[in-house]
C-alpha cells in the first residue's frame, strides 16, 4: 500500500474541522457561563478559572485554525504540483517526512537551518 498525500491531508483536514466544532462549543459554553456569572473577576474565586479556561480555549481555537490553515495550503501546493518540492531550495521533501508532516513545506536540510 503506498502513501496517499491527497487521503492524509483530508483526513487530517477532517479531524481539524472537527476539533474546532468541539472547541468553539467549549468557547461558547465557557463565555455563556461567565455571561451568568459574577462579571467581578477580581473579587470571584471561580473568575480567574473562567478567565484561565477561555483563554486556554482560544489559544487551541487559534493553534486549530493556523493548522487548518497549513492542511489547506498543502492542498493548493498538491492541486498545482509544487507539494512535495521544498520551498526555500527546490529539492524534494521526501516521502518519509510527508507521511510525518504532511503540511511539510520545507525539506529536513532548510527546515533544520530554520
Known amino acids: 500500500m503506498t502513501w496517499d498525500p491527497a487521503a ?10 472537527e476539533r474546532l466544532a468541539s472547541l468553539t462549543g467549549d468557547y461558547d459554553d465557557i463565555v455563556e457561563a461567565n455571561e451568568a456569572a459574577n462579571a467581578d473577576d477580581e473579587h470571584d474565586p471561580e473568575g480567574a478559572t473562567i478567565a484561565f479556561e477561555r483563554s486556554q480555549v482560544g489559544a487551541f481555537v487559534t493553534q486549530a485554525r493556523d493548522h487548518l490553515a497549513e ?28 507521511e510525518a508532516r504532511p503540511t511539510a513545506r520545507l525539506c529536513t536540510g532548510c527546515a533544520s537551518k530554520h
Open 71 to 98: 492542511v489547506d495550503a498543502a492542498l493548493a501546493r498538491l492541486s498545482d504540483g509544487t507539494y512535495g518540492a521544498c520551498a526555500s531550495c527546490g529539492r524534494p521533501v521526501g516521502e518519509p517526512r510527508l
Open 8 to 17: 492524509a491531508l483530508a483526513e487530517e483536514r477532517r479531524q481539524i474541522l
